[in-house]
């Protein structure tokens, strides 16, 4: 005792002879089991620890295995040599006694084993396990653990004896034994079978650790003798360890990497030569009663189920050299639903189903096993279709017959239910964007799983069985249910397909009560419902559901909550009724800014408010500038978007909103801010110019004179100054990044002159509007330094200038003339050829040309011309209708259209792509304006009257409130402002079936009523970018917002504000002279240059919290695209043709 107080004493202080000390514990304990071996009883006997020299060898092995579990702490201050050293003498001294375990049959006449102390000591193997974790430790103890193969053999030989022993026990039953058994308050004394279930959870944790690692798996295979095994099998009987070890390893990429692919299980396969030996009489081993009851307790949902053994086993070793793990798996799958005449499956096949679709699920749960299944299976999802099928089937059918037993009804249904939920789990595991390359299949599986959910509770299958139920099982089913059903609107097809099933406002109502926290409702995916409202957003019937739902307007108060006020009762009134109000308070604001304090439900607001469809059906022109004679700062609480905008935004229309404010700047701060974001899209711009006369509003608000400012100073610069004329500058003037700079929302404190930007405070007229742009900015004044300068600027310098990719095309291709298909396809391909070769051609030669519209606009007619020939046979010859020139002349443009010619024509005239309508004499500004406005005005009647007859004759509603077509609005200004030109290539262009892609406004006027580019571009357009460019793709996820959402803004005012002049023109004719699906390729060509603004963007910020990745929403849609040439992109563009085309079916 006292030698053992001081080994104690020495290892606990760890002093500097640590190893003396260690060595005098191991050499005690090799003394006592080699020579003092015999002093120490049979293994049969058990054990019995009040003698004293068990009790005393049993403190010794305790002291060792507390040392052995800090070994991990000694690779830092010791030598790897003396770690090395520890372990391999607690592996000698853990191996004594193993060679004689060799024969199944006379162990029990063997004595006990250090290992069987340490078995009782820590059976779940902590010291090894610990001393597994990093790189180097493992690598080391594996290797001490090749140098004592007896010692990993003998682990396995203890699983196996612990599985075989079908003996009759009383044969090992001694007198001794029964002697000690006898006492009942003999509390110290372990018995045979004590020991033997010790020593295997030790084991089989050992095994299965060594397995985790490749180095682990050499080890295998292991020969010895042939052993069977039993076949009765319950919940707390080897095989299910072996069946959760199973289970749990297919979590880990790696294993199944090395594990379950045909060529590496061929080389490693039949880890154990174990003959599977079948009996008829069934026994179970009994275990200490103690561990009996901990183990029911874990285990209480399992059943004594009788297992055929060797479907687990062959799940580990194909015996067939032509199997590998996957397809074996696959193959007992299969087996379920063919050849079945009747839907019958017992409980034992349950069972082996449930097992089954829990290894496939965890396989399909990570990337690597995704990717194995797909090489496996041609359609992976036909197999989970299929089985889904089949276990519906199934359910139907037992609660039709009520054919299954009383005694195992409960344990039937609830297996059922939870292989129907893992099986839907895997379906959306194998449609998921970045792997599936079966771009139709997302449409399929979600169409699968509505009509699943319709059996489900409309035949109110699960209260038919609720009786044999729990009441947990059967809320936890539904509600893994339902968030499968929530994760499939998450993209175009879903919305689409949940809007013709009439399930979007079931959806949204279950959105709503998470975001009230009701019910307990949480997601197992992160980040899910920013970016489901973002998709839903998008589209009109979703958007009304969001709003009808009650969504958006708590999106509306929590936004008033964190600007004006806080609810003190922690309640959420969605009725807006005086009588109902609880007490509010005014928070206590810190000085931070107004991004710190409101910045989440400023990016809420933004994620429903970033498409036109929100502005024209969720803000009601009527409803706004209602001023009121007294506004109470308590009860008067916005309840919807349209109250909102005119109690923050249209403030300074009336005295009595802006004193009815607790906070007045900060809250026409957080409005500017998201009008700004709001305006970023053209259409919602001229809406509210429409309408509201923005210009005018934000006009009168900088000229009210609030500050008595002394005669000396002609302007206040605060905030909401700075950010009303950022808006006036954007408004002012369209153009991307070469063609306008916006000034910053900051003051300058490096240099005098604070803000070297012109302060706009009148309405531009003609005279001054074209040379207004170039004065605005100081450049001379300018700071260079942070945070005066951009960074997106310096990322990307505007000295980077593209190049229009007509300078790539050939002289003798311009001119060729075009007379049959067959030179149309010629001419085609020698463009394609061209534009192929763009890096070749620009080295070969300088590719700085000077512009020349004119010849642009003699591309697109050879473009049109051979593009009429290709698509004869598929063109919608029924939509060339003649247009009434009357009607044309008599028809009024909206007060949305007449501004948006406007601006179009100072574009025009500002880019130099309208020329001077008078070459001999210099026409000045103002007649130019007035020509081309009216070329303008004239062909949007046209297009107009167009429309409204393809819609008499398509027989369906008519499209009322159309946003400005800016296609139309390109097209003019590639053609020169030629009307009859344009209107040629319009006319004719609108019979190709792919100009609902290009032109979207076209979209909305086809016979089916189908928005095929929101159905299918857009849904393409997120598969590719997940496939291509997975860390943009992450990127928007962890935003919180959808990729469609920038990608359809873009796509629909043409790239207006966002690209120069230029590159516009480059991605039509890139869309024209090559497939459709080019269109795709051209976005996620944009997305992949500017990966590296995109993560910059969301470390930015405005003020001193952590990183927010929602940062990107308000990037994308405020930045233009700068930097990008189309030239350096065409050759990847082409590599992407030859890979996906033929899978997207545009």
Not at 598 to 611: C, G, H, I
């Amino acid at each position: 005792s006292l030698s053992l107080r001081y080994i104690s004493k020495g290892l606990s202080t760890t002093p500097p002879n640590i190893r003396e000390t260690y060595s005098l514990l191991i050499e005690y304990l090799q003394l006592q089991f080699t020579q003092n071996a015999h002093q120490y009883p049979l293994l049969i006997d058990g054990i019995d620890f009040q003698q004293n020299r068990n009790k005393r060898v049993l403190r010794a092995c305790y002291l060792m295995n507390r040392f052995h579990q800090t070994i991990p702490f000694y690779w830092i201050r010791y030598s790897e040599q003396f770690v090395n050293e520890i372990i391999g003498k607690c592996l000698n001294i853990l191996s004594i006694g193993c060679e004689h375990y060799t024969n199944e049959h006379q162990h029990h006449h063997l004595r006990v084993t250090p290992f069987h102390l340490f078995s009782l000591i820590d059976c779940d193997a902590k010291w090894f396990i610990q001393s597994t974790h990093g790189a180097y430790c493992c690598n080391a103890l594996i290797i001490q653990l090749k140098k004592n193969y007896q010692l990993f053999e003998f682990t396995v030989f203890m699983c196996l004896i612990y599985m075989n022993n079908k003996a009759d026990r009383n044969v090992y039953y001694s007198s001794k034994r029964r002697n000690l058994l006898d006492n009942k308050n003999d509390a110290y004394y372990y018995t045979y079978e004590e020991l033997m279930y010790t020593s295997f959870l030790q084991s089989i944790q050992l095994v299965c650790r060594v397995i985790c690692f490749s180095n682990g798996r050499n080890l295998f295979p292991i020969k010895m003798k042939q052993h069977s095994i039993i076949k009765w099998i319950d919940g707390q009987h080897p095989f299910t360890v072996i069946k959760c070890c199973l289970t749990r390893l297919t979590l880990y990429e790696t294993v199944c990497q090395n594990c379950l692919i045909k060529e590496n299980l061929l080389n490693n396969r039949n880890l154990l030569n174990v003959n599977i030996v079948h009996h008829h009489h069934h026994h179970h081993h009994q275990q200490p009663q103690q561990l009996q009851l901990e183990q029911h307790q874990s285990t209480n949902s399992m059943t004594t189920t009788i297992i055929e053994e060797d479907d687990y086993v062959n799940l580990i070793n194909s015996k067939e050299d032509t199997l590998s793990f996957i397809s074996l798996l696959i193959k007992y799958l299969v087996e379920f639903f063919s050849n079945k005449d009747e839907m019958n499956l017992e409980l034992l096949q349950m069972h082996k189903l449930d097992t089954f679709i829990e290894i496939l699920y965890n396989i399909l749960s990570h990337r690597t096993g995704q990717i194995i299944l797909q090489n496996t299976l041609s359609e992976p999802l036909h197999l989970i279709t299929r089985l889904l099928d089949f276990t519906m089937k199934l359910l139907c059918q037992s609660i039709e017959t009520q054919s299954i037993s009383t005694s195992i009804i409960s344990e039937y249904y609830r297996l059922l239910l939870n292989v129907l939920i893992k099986l839907i789990h895997c379906g959306q595991f194998i449609t998921r964007r970045t792997i599936s390359l079966h771009f139709d299949d997302m449409h399929h599986f979600n169409d699968v799983l509505i009509h699943i959910w319709y059996k489900i509770i409309e035949t109110k299958l699960v209260s038919k069985i609720s009786c044999y139920l729990l009441y947990t099982i059967q809320e936890k089913f539904l509600i893994d249910l339902q968030n499968c059903l929530i994760y499939a609107v998450g993209s175009p097809v879903g919305v689409e397909l949940f809007t013709r099933s009439n399930l979007l406002r079931h959806c949204t109502e279950y959105l709503q009560k998470f975001l009230i926290k009701k019910c307990n409702i949480s997601f197992s995916r992160p980040h899910t419902f920013g970016y489901l409202i973002s998709q839903l957003a998008l589209n009109k019937s979703s958007l009304l559901s969001l709003s009808e739902s009650g969504i958006i307007q708590l999106l509306v108060k929590y936004a008033w909550d964190a600007i004006e006020y806080f609810d003190s009762t922690g309640d959420i009134n969605l009725t807006g009724n005086s009588t109902t109000m609880n007490t509010y308070n005014p928070p206590i604001w810190s000085i931070d800014p107004i991004d710190k304090i409101a910045y989440k439900p400023f990016v809420n607001l933004v994620r429903v408010t970033t498409s036109y469809e929100c502005i024209e059906h969720l803000l009601n022109s009527v409803d706004l500038l209602t001023n009121k004679e007294h506004y109470d700062p308590r009860l008067d609480v916005p309840t919807n978007l349209s109250e909102f905008i005119d109690r923050i935004i249209l403030v300074n229309s009336s005295t009595v909103k802006l004193h009815s404010l607790y906070n007045p700047e900060q809250c026409q701060l957080f409005g500017l801010r998201l009008l700004s974001c709001i305006i970023s899209c053209l259409n919602s711009l001229v809406w509210f110019e429409a309408y509201f006369n923005l210009t005018d509003y934000l006009l009168n608000c900088q000229n009210i004179n609030e500050y008595h400012l002394s005669d000396n100073v002609s302007i206040m610069y605060d905030a909401l100054t700075i950010e009303r004329n950022y808006l006036l500058m954007k408004i002012s003037f369209i153009g991307g990044s070469n063609e306008r700079e916006l000034p910053p929302r900051l003051l300058c404190q490096h240099t005098k002159r604070i803000y070297p930007y012109k302060m706009i405070q009148s309405k531009l007229d003609d005279s001054n509007y074209s040379t207004m742009l170039k004065d605005a900015t100081h450049n001379v004044d300018k700071c260079n330094q942070y945070p005066c300068t951009n960074w997106y600027v310096e990322l990307f310098p505007s000295s980077i200038k593209s190049q229009l990719i007509t300078h790539l095309l050939p002289e003798t291709l311009i001119n060729q003339e075009i007379t049959s298909l067959k030179t149309a396809k010629d001419w085609i391909y020698q463009c394609q050829s061209s534009l192929r070769n763009a890096n070749t051609i620009v080295k070969q030669e300088e590719f700085h040309q000077e512009v020349n519209y004119s010849l642009v606009s003699d591309i697109f007619d050879q473009c049109l011309m051979a593009l009429n020939y290709i698509n004869e046979t598929n063109s919608n010859h029924h939509l060339l209708v003649k247009v009434n020139n009357d009607d044309v002349s008599t028809f009024t443009l909206s007060k949305m259209d007449e501004i948006a010619i406007d601006w179009t024509i100072r574009y025009g005239l500002r880019n130099g792509s309208l020329p001077s309508i008078n070459n001999m004499n210099k026409a000045t500004y103002t007649e130019q304006y007035t020509f081309y406005s009216e070329q303008l005005h004239k062909l949007m009647c046209t297009i107009r009257v167009y429309f409204q007859m393809i819609t008499k004759l398509s027989c369906y509603q008519e499209v009322t409130d159309e946003p400005f077509d800016w296609f139309v609005a390109t097209i003019f200004l590639v053609y020169q402002g030629d009307y009859e030109r344009a209107w040629n290539f319009l006319f004719k262009y609108s019979t190709f079936p792919h100009s609902v892609y290009l032109w979207l406004n076209r979209c909305k006027h086809q016979f089916n009523n189908q928005n095929l580019f929101y159905v299918k571009s857009c849904q393409y357009f997120e598969n590719l970018l997940a496939l291509e460019c997975s860390n943009v793709y992450n990127l928007f996820v962890m935003a919180e917002i959808t990729p469609v959402q920038i990608y359809s803004r873009w796509i629909n005012q043409c790239y207006w504000n966002y690209f120069d002049w230029i590159n516009i023109v480059n991605y039509l004719l890139v869309c024209l002279l090559n497939p459709i699906q080019f269109q795709l390729y051209t976005n996620l060509c944009i997305l992949k240059h500017l990966s590296p603004a995109l993560l910059y963007s969301t470390n930015e910020q405005s003020t001193s919290q952590l990183q927010q990745t929602e940062q990107l929403i308000v990037f994308l849609q405020e930045e233009p695209i700068r930097g990008f040439d189309f030239v350096n992109y065409l050759p990847y563009m082409y590599d992407l043709d030859k890979k996906y085309t033929e899978l997207l079916q545009l």
